[in-house]
């Protein structure tokens, strides 16, 4: 079946403006993640969402980001007045369920904040 | 909390060849799951083997093993019979729950 979704694929945006990046999940897949990636380094976790709350927001860098999940289908996270250290590769990823379930990955949103 | 450590940044295989790539972890939770993923120039994460923490055997898939030494809290990728499209940047994860914690990353180039 399809896999992870997200758009847009890129996004170049200026100093103080909002974005919001989308993700939509493999089909019947409960539980979503939203991952950022810097250049040259690994993933950090954001957010989790198991069906449409989300019990861990701990990742998230600060109150400019925010996330939300309609049902167990389409995300969206949203970061508000862009800095350029939010310049990264926005990854969404969907499980089955939680626990240690498999996370397929989407192919990320590169955005950049000039 | 949990930690991976991977300590090389960079590789070089011949065509054809074996690899294996480091992973060490670092967590105090009894149960618990190790991913390996491909990232190739492209962006994209692609899941390629899963060992659960009380697995008796090591994991397999296709050309992919993992070396999973519980004691030693390693769990080491090896890819053989290497091909020019292995070329990639490869991630170690840990999940506990249902985070996951990823290493730096290790760069393989493949030669032809």
């Known amino acids: 079946g399809a896999g992870v979704s997200q758009s847009p694929s890129n996004k170049v945006t200026e100093k103080g403006k909002d974005v919001e990046l989308r993700c939509d999940p493999i089909s019947g897949h409960t539980a979503l993640y939203w991952y950022r990636q810097r250049l040259g380094q690994g993933l950090e976790f954001l957010i989790y969402?198991?069906?449409?709350?989300?019990?861990?927001k701990s990742g998230l860098p600060s109150d400019r980001f925010s996330a939300e999940r309609t049902g167990e289908s389409v995300s969206t996270l949203t970061i508000q007045r862009t800095q350029q250290e939010d310049s990264a590769v926005y990854l969404c990823?969907?499980?089955?369920?939680?626990?240690?379930?498999?996370?397929?990955f989407g192919p990320g949103t590169r955005l950049t904040v000039l | 909390a949990q930690k991976i450590t991977q300590t090389q940044p960079g590789m070089f295989v011949q065509e054809k060849e074996a690899v294996t790539l480091d992973c060490t972890y670092d967590?105090?939770?009894?149960?618990?799951?190790l991913f390996w993923y491909k990232q190739p120039s492209s962006g994209e994460m692609i899941f390629l083997i899963y060992q659960g923490s009380y697995d008796q055997q090591n994991a397999t898939e296709g050309r992919y093993s993992l070396n999973f030494q519980k004691a030693r809290k390693s769990a080491n990728l090896v890819i053989s019979a290497s091909q020019l499209g292995d070329s990639a940047m490869y991630f170690c994860a840990i999940s506990n729950d249902y985070k996951l914690s990823f290493g730096a990353g290790t760069t393989v180039t493949v030669r032809a």
């Open positions: 967590t105090s939770d009894p149960s618990y799951g």
């Open positions: 969402f198991q069906g449409n709350s989300a019990p861990d």
């Open positions: 990823a969907s499980s089955r369920d939680r626990d240690t379930d498999t996370q397929y």
